[in-house]
Structures are given as C-alpha cells and as structure tokens.
C-alpha cells in the first residue's frame, strides 16, 4: 500500500475531497444526453463538492431496440438507447455504442466509457438511479479472511415495487373524530391519501414540484386524548376528513421528482425518547394515554356473539396516508440517537454518528435492556441491512479511508473496527471498545489529544470517528488470493420449447444489448454456452475465423472441453460474440430436442469459472429432465395434494432432493454467483432451482408464461439493471453486537460455512440481509447499544474494500419506550421474512395463524400495559404500529400463503421474500392501485402520481379504468361500462372486447393517454423496475386475478379489514380476560 499516506488519511487521488468515486463501476454518460428529469449515474467520476450538484445517473433500464423479435440486429451506431418501452413491433437488436467519453482524472483506466444515457424528449425515463459512494482506490485485494489475524478456514474463494408510506405516516382526527356511537354507514368516500412510497431514485430537477398529495389539515401534532365510547362530539360528522388518518407525521411527498434537492425543511431534533411525546414527525409511537389510535366498536362483552361490522365506518379505519415534502434527517443530535423516517418515505440523510436507516434499520429504536421486557412487548427485534443500498443524489458519499499498511484500527480482542462510539481514555492514548468493553492501546501514529470534551480533537477531520458508514481499504492481510476479475458467463436454454415460444431469440438478443454496458478494459472477461440435452461451449478465441462449438455430451459426468478460450477478455472477442449471438436462434431451429440438462450445464459451466469465479447467468425455459440434477414434475401431485388438503403439501416448496444445494455450496465456495432467468410456459420446479441462487448471493426473475411480444423488454430491462447496478464480489459479511446482545440467526440469500460470518459470492445495491439477534446478558437502562456491521468485499475495478456501517441506540426499561420506538416498515420486513422461511416447512394455516398471533400479540401488549382506556368497545393501536392488523391481513391474502396458486409462483415468492428490502416489503402484499381513466381531469401537473385508492372493490366503479402496480408487475383493469371516448383515446379501439389480450402499452395523440404513460414511466422510474403491464377485463378470468388484489374485501383467502380488525379487537378482549 502507498507508505507516504498517512495512517487513516484520505486516498491521494481523491482530489483533496475526503468522498471518492465509487467502488462499482461502469458508468459515465454524457450529460448533454439526458433529459431534464435524469441523473447521470456517474459511478466513475469523482462525486460533486456539493450534494446534488453532480452528474445524473442514467435510467438502469433503456428502451427495447425497435426491430423484429427474430431479425439480425442492427450493425453500426444509433444516437442512443431509449429508455421506455417499445411500439408493438419493436424487438430486441442491438444497442448503439456508446459515444467516447474520455476517462475522469484519478481513476484507473479500465474505467467504462460513457453509456448512451437518457431518453428521447417526448418520453420520461423510468428507471434512473442515484450514484453509488465510494470509489476505486488503487489497491491489491483478494479472497476474503476476516481480520487481522488471518483468513477463516477454508478457501473463500426478486419482484415487487415500493411499499405505501407507513408506520405513523397518519395522525389522529380531532377528538370530533372518534367513533363514539353510532356511525353512519354512507356511501363511501375515496381516500385522498397515497400510499406510493417517497421515491427511492432519482430523477429530480432543480425544483421540487407541489406534492400531488392532499396537504394536512394545520396542526396536525395537536393530539386529544381517545374518548370512551359515547363521549360527546366536539364537530359534526360532516367535518371530519375523508380518511381516518389525518396529516401524516413529516412523510415526505412523492414528487414527479422524486430525490429532487431538499426543500430546506430539516426536522428538527427530538427531545429524547423518554421524556414527553415528541411532534410525531418520524412516526415514533405515543406515550400512555397520550396519542393512540382508538377504533370503536360494538364487540359486545368478551365471549358474547361478535356483531357484524355495520358499526364501523370503512373509512374510519386506519389506511396508509398522504405524504408532505421531504426532509433532512440527522441521524444524531445532541448526542442522542434520531428516530429514523419511515423507509417508504423520501429523506435526505446527514451521517452525523450513526449509519444512514438505509443501509442498517433496527426493528425497535430503542433495546430493551432485558429478554423479558423484548417477550412482553409481543415484537420482534432484528437489523434489516442493506449494505450497498442505493443513497440519495444528495447526500455525501460514503468516504473512503486508508491506513496504509497498518489496516484500519480495530479492537484487539472482538475485532470492531474503530466507530464514532469508540471512547478515547487516557488523553487519547487509550480507547475503549463498544462492543466488548476492552481498552486498547492506541497506535503511536493515530495518537491524538483530547477537547475538554473528551472527544478527540480531530475527530470531526476523521470520518471514522464522525460517520456511521465509511468504507476501509483492505490490506494484504485481508486476502487469501489476489482480487478477481469481472466475469460474466452466459449459459442458454436452446431447447425446443425455447426456440420455438422466442425465448432464445430473447435471451440472445438481451445480452447482446448488454454487452455496451459491462466495465471496459483488461479485467472484463466473459463466456458462453448453449443446452438441451447436451452442452454447447464456444470457442472465442479471436485467432479463430468464427466461433467454435465444442459439445459435451455427457450430462452424468461434466467437464469443461477447455481450460482457456472458453472465458475470454471482452475486447478480445466481441466481434465473435455478437456473430454468435445473431447465429444461436437460428442453429438450433432444426434441432427438435425437448429435453433440458440444465442442472449438468450449470455445473458445466461453473467448472470453466471455478479458477476466477464471476456471475453466472443462466436463461431457462423448460424443467431439467436429464442429466445430473434431473427432476419430476411435481405440480400435478401438488394439486392433488392442495385439493385434499393433505398436510404435506408444502414439501412441494422444498426442493425435490439435495444434489443441487451441494452444487450451490461448491459453486458459492469459489465465488461464482449465479441469477436464473425463467422464460417459462409451464412448471420448471422453482422449488429446487431457486436454492442455486438463493445459496450464491443470486436472483431469480420469472416470466410466466413467457411471451415473445410483450416479455423481451422486461427481460433485457432486468439483464441491463442486474449487470450494471452497483455491487460487489466475493464478498464476506459480519455483524457485532454490544455485550448483553448477540446474533441469533442471519436470513437472506448467502452461504454460511461458519457461526459468525456469511459468504457473498456477489452482493448488490438491492439485496438486504435481516439479522435477528437475542439477549445474553441484561442491559443498563440509559445507556447505549451498538451494532456494527462489516463487509468486505471486491469492487468490480478489483479493488478491496471494507464497508464499516454502525449504529447506536439507547436501552430503555419502559414497554411504552419500545412501542413509541416501534418501526413499523421493518416489523412487517421481519414478519414477513419469517413467514417466507416457514412457509416451506410449515402447514399453511400455522403460518396464517402464527403471523396473526405476532400481530395479536403486540397489540394486546400494547393495550393492557400502555393503554389508559378502559372501554371495552375500543381497539386501542399504538401509532407507530396502526397500519400492522392491515398489512398482516394483507400478508395472510398474499401468493405465498394462498392454497390455490401454482406451486412455482409462490416458490418465486418465497424466493424473492428471502432478499426483499426493507422499503419494498408492505407493496408486495399491499399495491398500489390509481384510478385511469380520470387522469385528464386531475390537476397533477407537474407533480409524480396521482392519489392511490384503498384496495376494495367498493372503490372501484364499473365505468373506471384502473392500474395496480407491487412494483415488478402492473395490472391494467378496464370495467364493463368504460366510455367508449375514454377506450379510444387510451387504446385506439372504441370498445374493450377490440383491446388485444397481449396489450403492450402506447402512447397515442391525446392528453389522457400521454398522462397515464407518463404515470407508468414515473412508476418504472421511481420502482426501477420495467414493469410489464398485463390487461384484466371484468367479466374473464383477468378480472379475477385483478380482484384478487383487493386485499380489504371478504374473499375465499380470509375476511375484509373491518371483518379482521373486529377478530383482533376481540383476540385481545379474550387475552385480556
């Protein structure tokens, strides 16, 4: 390492700015090629002195090439890609090279040249993201070991959109509100409040548009307390709002521009938990008796038969609410810890000490200090970490640090790594570790003296010991080989099925795209290989005229035909790639084979990237039926077993043996991730597949049934984000705990080979991690419990880095402290995790029955230790948590936990639960629904997206149109009676049995059609997700899936909300006698 530097300074390329460029690469665009509302995603320029003031990123997902499906693509350059989607003949040619951008000072030069970035001017960009922080550093790096003292043992060698703004985003009505009496059952009032989450990407201008949200009412903080049954209405009826909840506590708005700079609102700092409530701006819980949500209703006494739900006003029941404008979030103030914003809510984070809540968020803001006071309280208490989380345009970039030779100050005896929590003794030349407690000697050249504060005095000059994340150079002793390349190997389904439905000529022509965006220069390495019933590898080598097929027939016993040219440096045959890839769809036309050896072609194709490791990327159409790893078709014995019930019916969610779970180990044990593209049209058996990806650090994206017309955008949208997304490689993550707590289990998509560490063959900006811990100990009340998490991990310049992120958070002896610290988004993150790892062992109703019980039993906690009403006819919610009986009823509705589904769907959501992020969570069970065909009338303009509807049927007219969208999927809904001037404008056909089945979204001449595009790319952009668009019609069996959705009513999967909110109200009724 570079010995000049002193220990702990900044890197010298970094321009004298303490922020460097990313540690993921790929990403320069020209700024003078994007659209006013884009951010450059300049993940290799060094970030803008001021926050926000650089470069925007371009979307991570572009236009489908307009071109035939099956045609050659297009040769020679084109001005740009096109982000959005295609007209209905566009197809999948190639996309133009990018113009020559040179490379950013400081960097090195295999840096990637720009990407065509930005869309045409007459069509909105769907998909940009933030940059990532961080930057290459020059610096060798390996295999992962953990610490200091040498490597561990052995060689290291999916989707669904934002959740709806939570948590306390609503305040309770005036006391005019309450329930009190009888309440009138009148027709019903379509809530004004959205539940889009704040948009998670960029997009913003200069300017942050008016909020397309209702405002609050004027002082929304002023809380009464609840009133009994029967209390006197202090206001008519009349004037209470349209929904229960009031104005929401600080939620930022959506915007059309999402992430735009901050509004100059910054929230003011909270007086400390304990003391009075706060302004509820964070949405942190109510203090006993303070501010709670109260529902009345006519239960009746305990045991008594439960009346019908005529006594409850549907839109008196608590609903996700409106948003306001942004705000900055200080993550510590007056050294004291900030409750954190909800995670579906748009925030500007300032690191002042603890981690940003994106990349680590505590189910309770507060600990408690003993096991008792956690099992009383009836919630969970786990970390959600995201380590690589996406950062908001405006905020500081993670800085990176460099010791030098040394490596990173750490604690002798548990190995943390040095953190603003870490006490400095002994006028500076001891510290004290807040993890375990030790005190250390502090090296001779990090010495520092202490401010009459006891702090150090440069501890503002080092990010170390004033930030929550920042990110290490690693050192020699941190690796067990030198860091590896950036390898891409691409293996294809060419079996009958795939040829002939498209998918091939899909696959084919998605990686084609691509390849202008992988990282340029001598580390970039990529490969190919085709299956059936046999394997195809190719031979790139560019002495060769064409490319060479070499076959292996032996799908029992793999190997690999070649040691070298199989895996070849990009620059060096990307003319050969692309012949191929134009070849493939075409070579096997004649080859009628039905067969698929995919389990042998994967184990094949690891065994040629098992030297370097990489990404393995594997499109398949039809279930393996030959070779190793063969499996049966199950589903129809699944069905069977569904229809009667039968208890082992979820076996069918386990895999069928363990052949391909000890590939995975293997695969993981040499850093070879893997992500499965399923083009299906009928069952594949997700169930065993899914384990590969799940075990190396991969994704699985599913297109079922797959179709050539309106699937190959997704799929080359999804290939383009999987590669050029922000991410890492061979990666190795811990998390340490202060004493009296410690790790319990980790859960998500890793390889685990020893107690304390998990293993990431590949880790990206959208995978979370939930990490459940335990007590061992009791803690002291008043004092602080930190949580460090550590990953280490290859950038895609090779370079090693240690990415530290902690958090500190306060203990308390008071149940009503952890209810009023409660986080509602990673409550339901943590519960529906859970139900997604028992769902395969478990029989449906005690999974149903166990997530009802979590929500029961918090809330029964709730009202008999915090509460003061004593009415027996009131269900009392903590604020913080009042949207948790909605979500949890919306949980037990969801696909994984119907009885009636395919088996591969809901193996896909198991699948895509064990990865989910904590802001993606509530959307997956709860979408987003907007009214259509009433756009053209709605005076948003300007602003994001429309107010979104409850999900019940009562809110949906026979004359509307409707979108639901959970973020990878939208639902386009057309009712009987649609006007046939509202048809003609938004498909062209005056009547709805003339729309075709395969519908693909266009832009036609009119305001009302140009607005709902406009509202499907700001969707797209703000999901970052394509996000396919599939027509229901009432009437047909699309309808039914689209009604299916709406979670609130009775249906054949559980009872409506206020049917459920009366079951919980008298569970707890029951409990408390």
């Known amino acids: ?124 960009p769907f998909g940009s993201r933030p940059s990532m922080p961080g930057g290459p550093a020059a610096s060798s790096s390996g295999f992962p070991a953990f610490g200091p003292s040498g490597p561990p043992p052995g060689a290291r060698p999916m989707g669904f959109g934002s959740p709806p703004p939570v948590g306390s985003g609503v305040s309770m009505p005036p006391p005019s509100g309450m329930l009190g009496g009888p309440v009138s059952n009148g027709p019903q009032v379509a809530s004004s409040g959205g539940f889009p989450r704040g948009p998670q990407f960029p997009g913003g201008a200069v300017s942050t548009p008016q909020s397309p949200y209702a405002q609050p009412p004027a002082s929304p903080f002023v809380r009464a307390p609840p009133q009994p049954l029967g209390a006197p209405q202090s206001a008519p009826p009349s004037m209470l709002p349209p929904t229960f909840p009031g104005a929401p506590h600080g939620r930022p708005a959506v915007s059309g521009l999402p992430y735009g700079p901050p509004s100059g609102q910054v929230a003011p700092p909270p007086l400390g938990f304990p003391g009075p409530m706060q302004p509820p701006r964070y949405g942190m819980g109510p203090l006993p008796n303070q501010s709670m949500t109260t529902i009345p209703s006519a239960m009746g006494q305990p045991g008594g038969p439960v009346p019908g739900p005529s006594r409850i006003d549907p839109n008196q029941i608590p609903r996700p609410g409106s948003s306001s404008s942004p ?45 008792d006071l956690l099992s009383t309280s009836g919630m969970q208490l786990a970390l959600m970490v995201q380590p690589l989380a996406l950062s908001h345009p405006s905020e500081e970039p993670i800085q990176v640090v460099d010791f030098g030779e040394a490596g990173p100050v750490r604690c002798s005896r548990c190995k943390g790594y040095i953190n ?90 998605a990686i084609q795209q691509v390849l202008s965006d992988l990282p340029e220069g001598p580390r970039t390495f990529v490969g190919i290989a085709t299956f059936d019933s046999t394997i195809h590898f190719y031979n790139l080598k560019r002495a060769l005229q064409q490319p060479l097929m070499l076959i292996v027939p032996d799908v029992q016993d793999v190997y690999t035909p070649l040691e070298t040219d199989i895996i070849v440096q990009l620059s060096e045959c990307r003319e050969h790639l692309e012949l191929l890839l134009d070849s493939i769809p075409t070579m096997f036309q004649e080859r009628k084979t039905p067969e698929s050896a995919f389990a042998a072609a994967v184990k094949a ?56 779970k000890t590939m995975a180990i293997e695969f993981a044990e040499y850093q070879v991730c893997v992500d499965l593209f399923i083009t299906s049209q009928a069952y594949v058996d997700m169930a065993s597949i899914s384990v590969i990806p799940r075990t190396t650090g991969g994704q699985v994206y599913c297109y079922y049934p797959f179709s050539a ?44 080979r020893i107690p304390t560490d998990i293993d990431l063959p590949a880790i990206d900006c959208d995978k979370a991690i939930m990490v ?67 769902i395969p062992t478990k029989a449906l109703p005690l999974v149903k029955e166990q997530a009802m019980n979590s929500c029961t039993d918090a809330l029964y906690a709730y009202r008999k230790f915090c509460a003061t009403v004593t009415s027996s006819g009131q269900l009392i919610l903590p604020e913080a948590l009042k949207l948790l009986p909605l ?24 699948n895509y639960v064990s990865s989910v992020s904590t802001p993606l969570a509530v959307p997956l069970v709860y979408p987003r629904m907007i009214s259509v065909h009433d756009l053209d009338a709605k005076d948003d303009e300007g602003s994001g997206l429309p107010p979104s509807i409850p999900l019940s049927s009562e809110h949906i007219s026979n004359e509307g149109i409707y979108f639901l969208e959970n973020g990878e999927d939208g639902l386009l809904y057309v009712a009987e009676s649609v006007d046939s001037g509202i048809l003609q404008k938004l498909f062209g056909v005056p009547s709805a049995a003339e729309i075709p089945s395969q519908y693909v979204l266009e832009q036609y001449d009119n305001q009302l059609s140009k607005k709902f595009n406009d509202v499907v790319n700001e969707i797209r952009r703000q999901r970052c997700s394509y996000l396919s668009i599939k027509l229901c019609k009432k009437g047909d069996q699309s309808g039914m899936l689209f ?31």
């Open 327 to 371: 705000v900055v979030f200080e993550t510590r103030h007056s050294n004291q810890a900030n409750p954190p914003p909800p995670a579906t809510s748009d925030y500007i984070v300032k690191d002042t000490g603890n981690c940003s809540p994106r990349y680590m968020r505590c189910t309770i803001n507060q600990i408690p200090c003993t096991v």
């Open 709 to 752: 017309l309106s699937d190959p955008p997704k799929l080359y949208n999804d290939l383009k984000w999987n590669i050029t997304r922000p991410q890492g490689f061979e990666a190795v993550m811990r998390v340490r705990c202060s004493q009296g707590i410690q790790v319990q289990e980790y859960s998500g998509n890793f390889c685990k």
């Open 605 to 660: 194709a690891f065994l040629a990237m098992k030297s370097k490791g990489g990404k393995l990327m594997v499109f398949q159409s039809v279930l393996c039926s030959v070779g190793v790893g063969a499996l049966s078709s199950r589903e129809a014995e699944g069905r069977a077993n569904m229809s009667a019930n039968e208890k082992e019916a979820h076996k069918l969610l386990q895999p069928a043996d363990k052949t391909l």
């Open 772 to 838: 459940t811990l335990k007590h061992d100990d009791k803690l002291q009340d008043g004092a602080e419990c930190s949580f460090q998490c550590a990953l280490l991990y290859t950038t895609i310049y090779g370079e090693r880095r240690i990415r530290v992120t902690t958090l500190s958070l306060p203990c308390t002896n008071l149940l009503s402290n952890l209810f009023r610290a409660a986080d509602l988004d990673s409550q339901f993150a943590c519960m529906l995790k859970q139900a997604g790892n028992e």
């Open 887 to 910: 979500y949890t009823l919306a949980l037990t509705k969801s696909v994984g936990l119907k009885t009636d589904g395919r088996i591969d769907d809901r193996s896909f959501w198991i």
């Open 1043 to 1073: 009604l299916s959705h709406m979670v609130e009513d009775r249906t054949a999967s559980g009872p409506s909300y206020v049917e459920f909110l009366v079951q919980v109200h008298r569970q707890i009724q029951l409990k408390m006698n």
């Open 1 to 124: 390492m570079a010995a000049p530097v002193p220990p702990g300074d900044l890197r010298p390329n970094n321009n004298n700015q303490r922020n460097s460029g990313p540690p993921f690469g790929g990403y320069q665009g020209n700024a003078n090629a994007l659209a006013d509302n884009m951010h450059n995603l300049s993940m290799n320029r060094p970030p803008s002195m001021m926050p926000g003031s650089g470069p925007r990123p371009p979307p991570p997902f572009g236009q489908f090439p307009k071109q035939s499906p099956y045609g050659a693509p297009q040769r020679g350059p084109s001005p740009m890609a096109r982000p959005g989607p295609p007209p209905p003949a566009a197809g999948m040619g190639r996309p133009s090279g990018p113009p020559p951008v040179g490379h950013p000072t400081g960097f090195p030069s295999n840096a990637p040249l720009g990407r065509p970035t930005g869309p045409p001017p007459s069509q909105p």
């Open 420 to 509: 603003p929590f870490m006490r400095f003794v002994d006028q500076g030349r001891k510290f004290t570790c807040n993890f375990c407690g030790y005190t250390d000697e502090t090296p001779r050249d990090y010495h520092c003296n202490l401010g009459p504060d006891g702090r150090r005095r440069d501890a503002d000059d080092r990010p170390e010991l004033c930030r929550g994340t920042v990110e290490f150079v690693a050192t020699k002793e941190y690796m067990v080989r030198d860091p590896m390349p950036a390898v891409y190997f691409f293996l294809i389904d060419v079996s009958m099925n795939a040829i002939q439905t498209g998918a091939t000529a899909a696959a084919c022509n």
